[in-house]
């Protein structure tokens, strides 16, 4: 395919996703009705879609509209690429420009704040108050996509083996400060799952930033039960594992998340017990809960469009919940971590505030926030201690 037939697809599948489709099942679906398209088409075209719908405010903003063809009229503005260049109507391209859209914004000069960075406007201001003089690059950082990490398990091998093996299969990786188990992937990501290192479980895909939570909270679990509480596909659980946690076990309010964990445990050399409903008390128990995900707009963009101020009541509402309800399963003297990939204080410290105001017996120890300006993925993540 040419670069104007991939943006043609692309406009076709943006179109789909403006509608309420989710990006990743319309790309999927596309694929699978234009099996002409190579590998390399496909990447491209997923590359645009996602990049789009990260900068979407802006983007409709410089293409005057909010349809798949002026997103991309946006997105070759904001790249400073003259939209006339590809859209030529020869061959796959889309049809020329009309004289109405070539009249429009050409800069975001003076576009509003909330535009400019891409940020919801209802939620304009939770982000000012949240990230206060950080606000303008943190969510510069969010439009742009996310780099590719991997955690060494060190239960297998160490870094500078682990950066070799990936090399052996044309991987390039680096260490990074983040975390002493996290390497930034520079060169063909794409390759990772056949790579060697990969199937052989000397690395697993997950974010710096998760990983330093891990590393975080992970004296409170060496050598102590676990209960990783909202465990999805258990990258946090296997990264306990891998720092010597005791016996650990998984849960999660939908099982089907869980379904690659006992796989990945296999692969990774570890031990973790899938469980559906438990019921007895844990050294250390993990709620990494589910929440907004700011933190992650890279990686989930179009969660960010879905997000609405209903929505995250509710998601608040549910916080308080899982931090009431995982008490339970926490044993004398044991241990609580409280875990979002939120940027937003009320995910977060106000979070931490209620439950502390209405749960006699339990302390603060700790709590740490992990910017996206630090190179991973914002995160949340604080410490409660039931006061003997």
């Known amino acids: 395919m040419t670069p104007s037939a991939r943006i043609a697809a692309a406009i076709s599948i943006l179109d789909d996703v403006q509608g309420g489709a989710p990006a990743e099942k319309t790309l999927t679906t596309w694929a699978r009705q234009n099996r002409y398209a190579g590998s390399g088409d496909r990447a491209a075209i997923r590359d645009l879609v996602f990049d789009?719908?990260?900068?979407?405010?802006?983007?409709?903003?410089?293409?005057?509209?909010?349809?798949?063809?002026?997103?991309?009229?946006?997105?070759?503005?904001?790249?400073?690429?003259?939209?006339?260049e590809v859209f030529t109507a020869k061959g796959y391209a889309p049809p020329v420009l009309t004289p109405s859209e070539l009249n429009v914004h050409t800069t975001l000069e003076d576009a509003p704040p909330s535009v400019r960075l891409d940020c919801p406007d209802w939620l304009w201001m939770d982000m000012n108050l949240s990230l206060s003089d950080k606000v303008e690059p943190i969510l510069t950082t969010l439009q742009s996509r996310a780099e590719v990490f991997l955690r060494v398990n060190t239960q297998k091998t160490d870094l500078a083996s682990a950066i070799q093996a990936l090399a052996d299969d044309g991987i390039d990786a680096e260490a990074h400060p983040l975390s002493p188990t996290a390497l930034r992937v520079t060169r063909n990501p794409r390759r990772l799952k056949a790579a060697r290192g990969y199937l052989d479980g000397m690395v697993e895909l997950?974010?710096?930033?998760?990983?330093?939570?891990?590393?975080?909270?992970?004296?409170?679990?060496?050598?102590?039960?676990?209960?990783?509480?909202?465990?999805?596909?258990?990258?946090?659980?296997?990264?306990?594992?891998?720092?010597?946690?005791?016996?650990?076990?998984?849960?999660?309010?939908?099982?089907?998340?869980?379904?690659?964990?006992?796989?990945?445990?296999?692969?990774?050399?570890?031990?973790?017990?899938?469980?559906?409903?438990?019921?007895?008390a844990f050294d250390f128990v993990l709620c990494d809960v589910p929440c907004s995900g700011t933190g992650a707009w890279r990686r989930q963009p179009d969660a960010k469009w879905r997000l609405t101020r209903e929505k995250l009541n509710e998601l608040n509402e549910a916080q308080d919940e899982i931090l009431?309800?995982?008490?339970?399963f926490v044993g004398e003297n044991g241990v609580l971590a409280y875990v979002t990939c939120s940027l937003l204080r009320s995910e977060n410290e106000d979070r931490v505030a209620r439950f502390l105001n209405t749960s006699p017996g339990w302390r603060g120890v700790n709590h740490r926030r992990i910017s996206p300006l630090e190179g991973g993925d914002g995160f949340f993540v604080a410490v409660f201690q039931r006061d003997t």
């Open 52 to 84: 789009v719908v990260r900068r979407k405010a802006s983007l409709a903003w410089l293409g005057h509209g909010e349809s798949g063809r002026a997103l991309m009229i946006g997105y070759l503005r904001a790249k400073g690429q003259d939209p006339r």
């Open 324 to 328: 009431r309800k995982t008490t339970d």
């Open 206 to 280: 997950q974010d710096a930033a998760s990983q330093a939570v891990v590393d975080h909270v992970a004296s409170f679990a060496v050598g102590k039960s676990v209960l990783d509480y909202c465990a999805g596909g258990g990258g946090k659980a296997l990264a306990l594992a891998a720092v010597g946690a005791g016996q650990i076990t998984a849960h999660d309010a939908n099982p089907s998340r869980m379904k690659d964990i006992p796989n990945r445990a296999a692969r990774a050399g570890v031990d973790i017990t899938v469980d559906p409903d438990p019921t007895r």
